[in-house]
């Protein structure tokens, strides 16, 4: 069975950093799509960041410029740097994985971000 895993979550103050991480129990990992979505309370899950297997990164607008995701194959991990957090980045994220018709998701981390 395919699990996600994601850590890093928590309180931060504006402005402040955090970084998730993720690992993957995914056979072949490195031809998985990996991604990173959010979830605020009464709103709907959206994208955040993604990586393809080649590396080709993307990214919402509103976390251009300040989050970075990248991958250790090696590792089966997909990170997402946080950097110039602001409190409407306060939402649970989520650990993605896609190929073709397969996804998993990880069961997600809070990250608040409050003074």
């Known amino acids: 069975q395919v699990q996600l895993v994601e850590s890093g979550g928590g309180l931060v103050q504006p402005g402040g950093s955090l970084r998730l991480s993720c690992t993957g129990s995914l056979n072949d990992f490195s031809i998985y799509t990996m991604g990173w979505f959010r979830q605020a309370p009464g709103k709907q899950r959206e994208q955040v960041a993604t990586?393809?297997?080649?590396?080709?990164?993307n990214y919402r607008d509103s976390v251009e410029g300040r989050f970075t995701i990248s991958r250790d194959n090696a590792a089966n991990a997909v990170n997402l740097q946080m950097n110039s957090l602001k409190p409407e980045d306060t939402a649970v994220y989520y650990c993605?994985?896609?190929?073709?018709?397969?996804?998993?998701w990880g069961q997600g981390t809070q990250v608040t971000v409050s003074s």
């Open positions: 990586i393809s297997s080649g590396g080709r990164t």
């Open positions: 993605y994985a896609g190929r073709l018709k397969s996804s998993y």
